[in-house]
């Protein structure tokens, strides 16, 4: 009389799932170890720190065109992007070799990125012709006590920027932008300060 017709129900079994979820586990492991997060972002912040560079040398460049020869408010000093206190103790920051870098000078903390030669690089970058291409100093990316930006200059008119570099991208291999073990990134005029 009546015939019953029976639905089937399609779907995954448990099973199933666990299988695809597994999969999907192991491969996201897999990307995340290829892709190394944190080395990315050591890369990231090295980047900056070689872009800040470049940004730096063409801003003391356009000085130097204008007249301003005077680099430093002291030439036997290592300009630390640090505020105050916060800065290696090294002396010659730990990055310059000349013998004539005895001291460390940070700016305060309310000062530290002021362009008007308060801030970490004694250079009043406001007498730039076409005015600054940055409304404050750049700093590094961290900009502790283990990685800063240094300066120095001599009454010769030449000028060194120093900074650490973190990533193994930079530091080792084929792509490296440092010269010695100490993975010291240097950029400027000189590179003997």
Do not use: H
């Not at 990315?40 to 560079?53: C, K, T």
């Not at 000349?98 to 990125?113: E, Q």
């Not at 002021?114 to 076409?130: H, L, S």
């Not at 650490?164 to 590179?191: M, R």
């Amino acid at each position: 009389m009546f015939n019953i017709i029976k639905k089937e129900e399609k779907g995954f079994t448990l099973i199933e799932l666990l299988v695809v979820i597994a999969i999907i586990a192991i491969l996201s492991v897999v990307v995340v170890l290829t892709m190394n997060p944190a080395e990315m972002l050591r890369q990231s912040r090295d980047s900056s720190r070689v872009s800040d560079f470049s940004t730096l040398r063409t801003v003391i460049s356009l000085s130097l065109a204008n007249g301003n020869y005077n680099l430093a408010s002291s030439y036997s000093a290592c300009y630390l992007s640090t505020p105050l206190g916060t800065g290696t103790t090294a002396s010659r920051c730990g990055i310059f070799t000349s013998a004539g870098i005895t001291s460390n000078s940070s700016s305060s903390s309310a000062n530290y990125r002021k362009i008007n030669a308060t801030g970490w690089i004694p250079i009043d970058f406001t007498q730039v012709a076409g005015g600054t291409p940055f409304g404050s100093l750049p700093v590094d990316p961290t900009n502790n006590a283990g990685y800063y930006y240094a300066y120095a200059a001599n009454a010769a008119g030449m000028y060194e920027f120093g900074a650490f570099l973190e990533s193994k991208k930079y530091t080792s291999g084929s792509n490296s932008l440092v010269t010695t073990s100490t993975a010291i990134y240097e950029s400027g005029s000189t590179l003997t300060l």
